[in-house]
């Protein structure tokens, strides 16, 4: 019997080599694979490049339309493999209700749509900066930001993402302004369904990062009466700028605050120009202050941070004379722009990470406070370790239990107690 047993052994090493040589020669495929669909995106991508300045180069004046009217739009030759997208220019409104044109792209997977269209996520981004030219949709990869793209594509949702106000096509900056951040989401998917072979829906699920959270949850707030049609069936937030107040507090004594108010401040003097001068809004500048906000609000936070932090990071203690938040009329306007003033009729998912330092634990765990008190129905995961850049990816899985929980019957809220 031992005879045999020299062979069986030798057999084993052959059997796994062999097994070795197979699993190695699928991942040579696969990593080939991987590198043509890259090559193919990056040339699609920069041949898209080349058409943007006449895409976004808009006539003056532009011609009015109703919210959600496409402008322009043209397909993306360098949308993922499995999905066909266009990148759009549609009318939307600004804080006065006045006709703007605003940029963003339309995404969805290739196949057919289920009966009825296919439910779009109206996805938010975190910032980017607030000049046009910091637009994700101007991207060489216009996708790169849209987190959770890939797992929402493969669950069969169209995704609609909007650049804001004031991005990608010149307009004035909406930087952390509710009612223009929100009408642009939820007017993107208005132009989705006009897209030929979108098959968009009218149902709706909103979905924001940090500022992004800030843009979902007014437009939860406000789709009842902004865009009636929409069937909205939830919102869902990652590390939300839900409570400015909180947010410029816990902030402007950091180089996350100082950036974050020199995007906001152009911003909020160009909006409430017919409440408040120029100088009224600028007055909380120290002159150091006063002289950098305008380069810094030029710079891209993402493809300029180092420019950014090079003029921003000697003015941390020394930008502004007082707290924002108490100090008149900010202390006013923060508060408009904070989500929480109308209760939310539709279920929320709040994801934050407990190790973030620009949305603070505390100011989150405050807001979802705030929406228990309102009777909301949430669902609030708390991510250890988990830091702001990477709570949208942390909050992902969670997410996609929760989607197909909407649209019907159900159970009360376990994290209001």
């Not at 843009?215 to 919102?235: C, D, I, K």
């Amino acid at each position: 019997m031992r005879t045999g047993a020299p062979a069986a052994h030798a057999r084993r090493p052959r059997r796994t080599r062999r097994i070795l040589l197979i699993v190695g020669i699928v991942l040579i495929v696969v990593l080939a694979l991987a590198a043509a669909e890259f090559a193919r995106r990056y040339v699609e991508g920069q041949a898209d490049l080349k058409t943007d300045p006449a895409f976004y180069t808009l006539p003056s004046p532009v011609p009015s339309g109703d919210p959600g009217a496409i402008i322009r739009s043209e397909p993306i030759a360098s949308a993922p493999t499995g999905s066909s997208a266009w990148r759009v220019i549609y009318h939307s409104q600004n804080l006065a209700g006045e006709d703007i044109p605003v940029s963003g792209v339309v995404i969805v997977p290739d196949g057919p749509a289920p009966a009825g269209g296919r439910t779009v996520i109206a996805w938010a981004h975190p910032t980017t900066g607030a000049a046009a030219k910091c637009a994700p949709s101007l991207g060489l990869d216009p996708f790169q930001y849209i987190e959770g793209l890939h797992e929402l594509l493969a669950e069969g949702y169209a995704i609609a993402a909007t650049d804001y106000p004031g991005l990608g096509v010149e307009g004035e900056s909406s930087y952390l302004l509710g009612v223009p951040e929100s009408n642009s989401v939820l007017d993107i998917v208005r132009a989705a369904r006009r897209i030929d072979g979108a098959d968009a829906s009218s149902r709706v699920v909103l979905w924001g990062h940090s500022q992004g959270g800030q843009a979902v949850l007014f437009a939860a707030q406000r789709a009842a009466s902004y865009a009636p049609e929409l069937e909205v069936q939830g919102v869902a937030v990652a590390a939300p700028a839900a409570d400015l107040n909180a947010l410029m507090t816990d902030d402007i004594v950091n180089l996350s605050g100082v950036t974050i108010a020199s995007l906001a401040i152009p911003a909020y003097a160009a909006a409430y120009a017919d409440r408040f001068t120029s100088d009224e809004i600028t007055a909380i500048l120290t002159p150091a202050g006063e002289k950098a906000t305008p380069k810094m609000a030029e710079l891209c936070l993402l493809t300029q941070t180092k420019e950014l932090h090079a003029i921003a990071d000697p003015l941390v203690g020394g930008y502004v004379t007082s707290d924002p938040a108490t100090t008149e009329p900010w202390k006013t306007l923060l508060q408009e722009n904070s989500a929480g003033g109308q209760p939310l009729a539709v279920p929320v998912f709040v994801g934050q990470g407990e190790a973030d330092e620009l949305v603070l634990p505390s100011a989150t765990e405050k807001y979802v406070t705030l929406l228990c008190s309102q009777q909301a129905d949430v669902t609030f995961h708390r991510y250890p370790d988990v830091t702001h850049g990477l709570a949208a990816y942390a909050a992902l899985p969670d997410l996609l239990l929760w989607l197909p929980t909407l649209g019907g019957a159900r159970e009360p809220s376990k994290d209001c107690g």
